[in-house]
């Protein structure tokens, strides 16, 4: 009898065939995720779960599925959607998709960071609203990326990948990342700083750090206060990182200069949120690692995470605690 996987949503067929040539498979396909009770309806009596950071993978899902359960495998590299210490405690292994998404993701924090500088969103806006009469010297005015101070908190290979985009368009970086030791620093051509260093000295905050009880609000009204009057900040890590309403009130205040945002707190952000109101910032819809060839990567390693897990095989990417 081939395994029995629940997937729970349609992901790259080439990965699907993958898994479908070794499981027997339950996928679901809706344009939504399966809401909570589905999801544990879904998973009873199965060996491996291949889940999206959209379900919540937590005991009440491990407790449905029952001891058949082997294997979560999440395609994402972040994992805070699963609860991998209950996981753990019952035997469960925790797959993610490590690596194959960092210059996806580093790409698009290029692409807020350069956004945001260069004021795109607004340039777009200016035309699209017919104001658009004539070229003048100090309309929509940006800043240069040449020179300025560039903020990396959390410098694992994301931060690192945005660190050497960066440092080919002249910025200086300050990074900080809590295993970060200076010979790693000076070998990556950056300053090692703490966070207060980043946020009073930087031009451009880049977060690049897992969500988890310690950096959940990391950026608070109390950090907001410490960036430069000028700074933006970029999140392309987790929502709930940032203290949303307190960076709401940073910018209405003028305390900071701008945001872009791939990551809100909640996802999908309510359509009526001030924030998308302040010419000042940009929100994108969490599309970090959304390129055809980095999905495809991320599925197929999903894919070999899911299988190996529910064959009895040492997961290729595991979560380890
Ligand atoms: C996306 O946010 C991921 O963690 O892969």
């Not at 209950?86 to 993610?96: F, S």
């Not at 307190?246 to 909640?266: H, N």
Request: aromatic share 4%.
């Amino acid at each position: 009898m081939p395994p029995h996987v629940f997937i729970s949503r349609a992901i790259a067929p080439v990965a699907l065939k993958r898994i479908e040539a070794v499981c027997e498979v339950d996928l679901w396909d809706g344009e939504m995720p399966p809401p909570h009770s589905i999801l544990c309806d879904r998973v009873r009596g199965v060996a491996g779960i291949l889940s999206l950071i959209t379900d919540r993978i937590d005991s009440e899902i491990y407790d449905a599925a029952g001891s058949a359960l082997k294997v979560v495998s999440n395609m994402a590299v972040g994992y805070n959607n699963v609860d991998v210490t209950a996981a753990a405690a019952r035997g469960i292994a925790v797959g993610n998709t490590p690596g194959v998404l960092t210059d996806a993701t580093a790409d698009l924090t290029m692409a807020l960071l350069l956004s945001s500088a260069r004021r795109i969103v607004e340039g777009v806006e200016y035309i699209r609203s017919g104001e658009w009469r004539t070229w003048h010297p100090s309309l929509l005015l940006g800043r240069d990326l040449n020179g300025a101070a560039l903020g990396i908190i959390g410098f694992g290979r994301i931060g690192q990948a945005v660190a050497r985009r960066a440092q080919a368009f002249g910025m200086q970086i300050l990074a900080y990342s809590p295993s970060l030791s200076e010979s790693d620093a000076q070998s990556a051509g950056v300053t090692r700083a703490d966070i207060n260093t980043i946020l009073r000295e930087s031009d451009f905050v880049s977060l690049h750090c897992p969500l988890s009880p310690e950096t959940r609000h990391l950026i608070d009204a109390d950090a907001l206060k410490r960036m430069k009057n000028n700074a933006i900040l970029i999140n392309t890590s987790r929502g709930p990182v940032v203290d949303q309403a307190a960076l709401y009130a940073a910018l209405r205040g003028g305390e900071i200069g701008g945001a872009a945002l791939d990551v809100t707190d909640p996802e999908p952000m309510a359509d009526n949120d001030p924030l998308l109101l302040l010419p000042n910032v940009i929100v994108i819809p969490h599309l970090g690692s959304a390129t055809v060839q980095t999905r495809e990567k991320m599925a197929l390693m999903a894919a070999d995470n899911l299988i190996a897990g529910v064959t009895g095989q040492p997961l290729p990417n595991a979560v380890t605690l």
